[in-house]
Every structure is written in structure tokens, then in C-alpha cells.
């Protein structure tokens, strides 16, 4: 059953990245609850693992400084350990879970994925001067400027650059607060930034 869980875990890291999102969504939904046997064991330990899995899916698109991640964890690991009932099997399979979807989601952005979501994220925001955002017509003068993560990307966060306050999207694995990006890509409202090397850029 074991291959079940790493499938839905699989299944959920693509439908971030791959459409039709909606499609890899049932699959692991179907796969998770092959791996919970939910035909034997009831529902409740499914239903609390696969809301966790959308929280913390959720926090990927919407920066909550780890708030909704950390509720995830809860939903996710409560779900799983009720239905393990071993402390030992559940920290060993929690730990390689995480390992698992971020290496996933480090080779999709690696490989020049972008989240599927996050273009409609980015597009339903309300940019606006009271909330510290601005909002231009043309923003293809920020290519290659430079700026300071203020929220961690995840792949979405805050950046300042040098006062102008404006919503990015990393193009590479999380960028955490406070490091130096620079815009490498700007495709209508939506600004890309990778991580800032050693030479500048």
C-alpha cells in the first residue's frame, strides 16, 4: 500500500504543475484512499490527511509565513498517524513524504515548470498603493532589476524593489525572505525572478 501513498504524493506535486490540474487532483485523491483502505477503515483518517494535503498545497500560492504549511502538517500528519497507530512508522513516513514532494517540486521548477496556478493567483490579487502593492501598464522595465524577497516565494511572495512593492514569482526552488533576486521575465502582470549569484546576476 505503501506505493499508493508515494503515487498520490506524486499525483498532487504534478497536478501543481501539469494541466489539467483537476485530473492528477481525482487520481491522487483515488490513490490516497486505496493506500487508507477507507472501504475497511472508514473516512475520518482520509478526509483530515487529504484536507492537510490541500492546506498545505494552499500555502504554496498564498504566503501565510508558514501558518498554513504548519496547519497542513497537523491536518496531514493526524489523518496518517490515526490510521498508522505507530509513532516510529509515522515520523519515518511523514519525514520521507516531505522529502519526496520537495524533490518533485524542485525538479519541476528546475525543469522549467511553472505552477499552473499561481498565473491566476497573481491575477486576482488586489495590487493596489493601500495594500503596498502597485500596478503598471508596461512592466517590462523591471527585467532585470533588482530586488529583496520580503516574504518567502513559495513560489509566489512580496519583493521590494528599492520601494516599489510588487508580487513575483520564483522561477526556481523557494527563495526565502531577505535574499536578492532579479527579475529574468515579465509576461503581463506576472513578474519572474530568480535567486541573485555571486557575479550580480
Do not use: C
Not at 33 to 58: H, P, T
Not at 63 to 89: M, R
Amino acid at each position: 500500500m505503501l506505493f499508493f501513498f508515494f503515487l498520490g504524493i506524486l499525483l498532487v506535486v504534478t497536478a501543481i504543475f501539469i494541466r489539467p490540474s483537476w485530473l492528477f487532483g481525482i487520481l491522487s485523491l483515488v490513490s490516497f484512499a486505496v493506500f487508507f483502505e477507507v472501504w475497511q477503515n472508514g473516512w475520518s483518517d482520509y478526509l483530515f490527511f487529504v484536507a492537510g494535503i490541500f492546506v498545505l498545497v494552499l500555502e504554496l500560492f498564498t504566503p501565510t509565513a508558514g501558518l498554513l504549511g504548519f496547519a497542513g502538517l497537523i491536518l496531514a500528519g493526524f489523518g496518517l498517524y490515526q490510521s498508522l497507530l505507530t509513532l516510529e512508522y509515522f515520523l519515518t513516513l511523514m519525514v520521507l513524504a516531505l522529502i519526496f514532494a520537495g524533490f518533485l517540486i524542485y525538479a519541476y521548477l528546475r525543469g522549467g515548470k511553472e505552477p499552473v496556478m499561481a498565473g491566476s493567483l497573481v491575477l486576482n490579487l488586489s495590487l493596489n498603493q493601500k495594500s503596498g502593492y502597485s500596478s503598471h501598464d508596461d512592466l517590462s522595465n523591471l527585467i532585470g532589476a533588482r530586488g529583496r524577497v520580503l516574504n518567502d516565494l513559495r513560489p509566489v511572495g512580496r519583493v521590494d524593489f528599492s520601494g516599489d512593492f510588487r508580487q513575483a514569482i520564483s522561477q526556481e526552488d523557494l527563495i526565502r525572505a531577505g535574499e536578492w533576486v532579479r527579475v529574468v521575465k515579465v509576461s503581463g502582470a506576472q513578474i519572474y525572478v530568480r535567486k541573485e549569484v555571486e557575479d550580480g546576476y
